[in-house]
């Protein structure tokens, strides 16, 4: 494939829901498995209609939050202690996980969603990679 959109799933079942969609619209995929974390990745070359790509957009939205959930509630160790971690994409496509307290991202993800808190994220790995020292009002 050459240019892809990648779509990212972290449970089986809801990626199923996803790639019957491709299926669905006769789009041809690639899936891989994610090197840190194991996750799902759906490959899907670009160049398809707009609309299209709306709806596949708005379904994976919606489907991310049911991923979200499912991984939030099998987050549990054997021990009992709960876990969890926010997926990073640095630059130079390399890729980590930082481990966060699973009682703050619970709290965090009651009052924005899991978008709003990647695009925070996402900020703030770029602001890290590439620091930027002029004053915030002139940026």
């Known amino acids: ?3 892809t959109l990648e779509y990212l799933f972290f449970t089986q079942d809801i990626a199923d829901q996803f790639i019957a969609a491709l299926h669905q619209h006769d789009l041809h995929f690639e899936r891989e498995i994610e090197s840190v974390q194991g996750a799902i990745v759906l490959k899907i070359a670009e160049g ?7 709806t596949l957009d ?3 939205d919606e ?3 049911a991923d979200q959930a499912l991984v939030e509630a099998g987050l549990e160790h054997e021990d009992n202690k709960s ?3 926010i997926y990073l994409q640095l ?7 930082a481990q966060v307290d699973p009682d703050v991202m619970s709290r965090m993800l009651t009052v924005i969603t899991t978008e709003e ?3 925070f994220v996402d900020t703030i790995v770029r602001s890290v990679e590439t620091p ?4 915030i009002c002139k940026r």
């Open 117 to 119: 808190m990647n695009t």
């Open 48 to 54: 398809v209609d707009d609309d299209l790509w709306d």
């Open 132 to 135: 930027d020292d002029s004053p």
């Open 58 to 60: 708005d379904l994976y």
């Open 91 to 97: 630059a130079g496509g390399h890729q980590t996980i």
């Open 63 to 65: 489907l991310s939050e």
């Open 1 to 3: 494939m050459n240019e």
């Open 83 to 85: 876990t969890a971690g």
